[in-house]
């Protein structure tokens, strides 16, 4: 069993919908949370940076932290066509930088 | 400010061979991040250097090497290609402490992308 696990999709949704997206992990050590966007032949870019349980809010993203679930969520409100990109969850322990990623969700918003 | 470079964004080689990559982080950030990507394992870690030091290293055999120099640019380096070491190579940069504080946000470049025939 994988560290971080993440539904790989794909997910489709019509412009404008709610988009959750989400990703399970086993190891309690960690404590900072990170999700990437990726689009196809390009580098993740760093969309949200969390530490510890809590939410955090950026324009249309939210991402929730709950550690006693081991569970990090990634809300993308009034979700756009430009939105559509594979999704990448990462977190890291209080230990240098080597993250560990989830496999990533593919997300396709329909115009 | 400028992002992480990578060079050369694409490189076909033949088993056996040997590959050096190059990456430039952004101005200011001292921490060099080494993954790999591929359809089946996605991304793992590969190793981290900070201040010319390899301060992390992921689970990789040794054929996969990695320096950094004074001036923060690294490289990594693979030995003898095998199949299976076709990816895409990213590189991320990290300013590591930012007002005294440790910070973990990783900036990823493009990548580059070796095909191993």
């Known amino acids: 069993q994988k560290e971080v696990e993440q539904d790989p999709g794909p997910l489709s949704v019509p412009e404008g919908a709610i988009v959750s997206l989400n990703c399970t992990y086993s190891?309690?050590?960690?404590?900072?949370f990170m999700w990437y966007r990726q689009y196809s032949r390009k580098g993740p870019e760093l969309l949200m940076y969390t530490y510890s349980s809590g939410n955090k809010e950026d324009g249309r993203f939210t991402a929730q932290v709950d550690k006693s679930s081991k569970y990090i969520s990634l809300f993308i409100r009034d979700s756009q066509p430009s939105d559509s990109a594979t999704y990448l969850c990462?977190?890291?322990?209080?230990?240098?930088?080597?993250?560990?990623f989830g496999g990533g969700t593919r997300l396709m918003v329909k115009p | 400010k400028a992002g992480v470079t990578q060079t050369p964004r694409y490189l076909i080689k033949t088993r056996g061979q040997q590959v050096t990559l190059s990456c430039s982080p952004i101005s200011g950030h001292r921490s060099v991040s080494w993954y790999q990507q591929t359809p089946g394992q996605g991304l793992q870690f590969l190793f981290e250097?900070?201040?010319?030091?390899?301060?992390n290293k992921g689970n990789f055999p040794g054929r996969f090497s990695g320096r950094q120099f004074s001036n923060s640019r690294s490289e990594m380096n693979v030995s003898t290609l095998e199949l299976g070491d076709s990816a895409l190579y990213l590189c991320?940069?990290?300013?590591?402490?930012?007002?005294?504080?440790?910070?973990?946000?990783?900036?990823f470049g493009p990548g580059t992308r070796l095909t191993v025939t």
């Open positions: 990462a977190m890291t322990i209080n230990a240098g930088n080597m993250l560990t």
């Open positions: 250097y900070f201040s010319e030091t390899q301060r």
């Open positions: 190891n309690s050590a960690f404590q900072y």
């Open positions: 991320a940069s990290s300013l590591d402490f930012d007002s005294g504080r440790q910070t973990y946000e990783q900036y």
